[in-house]
């Protein structure tokens, strides 16, 4: 078994363990009164779980199929991934909600499947689309309209 997953597995493990013991300590309730503990009872009982699975089944598998998870590749997607949200953070109140989030869904399309730059233009189009129909139609939701005021 790989040491790192062994680690990371038992981490959480344990880390669900604590959240059980503090979540009881809170009080639980029950399901028609439920405490202030309760979702972190049902939260650790869950990555108590997964956790447990991911560890025995880990423990199964050969070490020589075991490659390293930090290389060049698998890095670059999620720091342009987070420069992209970083960027839109930067821009949401300089041009807007309908013009930044559809720079960022771009982004984030490209980065995944970086061919069919114009398809993706358009169905980042139309995501930002719907998503602004309903946050500000729907739930009356204020956003940043930016230089170029636009709106609909």
Request: proline share 4%; glycine share 6%.
């Amino acid at each position: 078994m790989r040491v790192t997953s062994l680690i990371i597995s038992l981490f959480f493990i344990s880390f669900s363990i604590l959240i059980f013991i503090m979540s009881i300590e809170l009080g639980i309730g029950s399901f028609k009164l439920p405490g202030p503990g309760f979702l972190g009872f049902l939260n650790s009982i869950f990555l108590f779980t997964l956790s447990s699975i991911i560890f025995f089944l880990d423990r199964k598998k050969a070490d020589e199929a075991y490659e390293d998870p930090i290389t060049r590749k698998n890095l670059t997607n999620p720091i342009l991934l987070a420069l992209s949200l970083f960027g839109f953070t930067l821009l949401l109140d300089i041009l807007g909600f309908l013009i930044s989030a559809t720079l960022l869904m771009w982004a984030i399309l490209l980065i995944n499947t970086p061919k069919r730059w114009f398809r993706q233009l358009v169905v980042a189009l139309i995501i930002v689309n719907v998503a602004y129909f309903i946050l500000c139609k729907l739930l009356k939701v204020i956003l940043p309209s930016g230089i170029f005021r636009l709106q609909w």
